[in-house]
Antibody, heavy 117, light 107 residues
Framework: EVQLLESGGGLVQPGGSPRLSCAAS????????MSWVRQAPGKGMEWVST????????YYADSVKGRFTISRDNSKNTLFLQMSSLRAEDTAVYYC???????????WGQGTTVTVS | DIQMTQSPSTLSASVGDRVTITCRAS??????LAWYQQKPGKAPKLLIY???SLQSGVPSRFSGSGSGTEFTLTISSLQPDDFATYYC?????????FGQGTKLEIK
């Protein structure tokens, strides 16, 4: 069974730099792009970042570019999101998601909550 | 950036109804359009990809259509489990944009 398990969320002060992790299992991790998507309280979904299967290519939403860094460790089947210079508007549930061959997010984790206050 | 606009924002319907949700793109998204269902406190679930391809395991009462700038999600006969929020998402060169969501409520 394909599973994604996020961790690393919590209460963070403005300007803080937490790192989120997403442990993957049940598929060949290095074969697929992975993404982070967030959802602020009571709001819709916002794409944050995507990384290619090899880790060579990374992509960011304008709202986080220069502050967040996505990376992956294919030897440990783990995705990361290094966050920095956090603001109140970064408060959200952060989901990791697996990409499929058609570039859509076909499997999602349960999410980890980051609260900036 | 491509903007996605869903309509309606809220939809009230009854079990057994046929419902349609529309998603319009600010510029052509070809057929790189997906639909997700989200229930409160849960992660989104992929329903449709490439505008009209049904994700494995998703009931056939869900269908998608469209291309270019206008796309639709249709549920042919609403079931109690279908009351949720639905999001469209476009993909363009590893940049993704979601619609604002459509909340499907029980009438």
């Amino acid at each position: 069974e394909v599973q994604l398990l996020e961790s690393g969320g919590g209460l963070v002060q403005p300007g803080g730099s937490p790192r989120l992790s997403c442990a993957a299992s049940g598929f060949t991790f290095s074969n697929y792009p992975m993404s982070w998507v967030r959802q602020a309280p009571g709001k819709g979904m916002e794409w944050v970042s995507t990384i290619s299967g090899s880790g060579t290519n990374t992509y960011y939403a304008d709202s986080v570019k220069g502050r967040f860094t996505i990376s992956r460790d294919n030897s440990k089947n783990t995705l990361f999101l290094q966050m920095s210079s956090l603001r109140a508007e970064d408060t959200a549930v952060y989901y990791c998601a697996k990409g499929n061959d058609y570039y859509v997010m076909d499997v999602w984790g349960q999410g980890t909550t980051v609260t900036v206050s | 950036d491509i903007q996605m606009t869903q309509s309606p924002s809220t939809l009230s319907a009854s079990v057994g109804d046929r419902v349609t949700i529309t998603c319009r793109a600010s510029q052509s998204s070809s057929r790189w359009l997906a639909w997700y269902q989200q229930k409160p406190g849960k992660a989104p679930k992929l329903l449709i990809y490439k505008a009209s391809s049904l994700q494995s395991g998703v009931p056939s009462r869900f269908s998608g259509s469209g291309s270019g700038t206008e796309f639709t999600l249709t549920i042919s006969s609403l079931q109690p489990d279908d009351f949720a929020t639905y999001y469209c998402q476009q993909y363009n060169s590893y940049m993704y944009t979601f619609g604002q969501g459509t909340k499907l409520e029980i009438k």
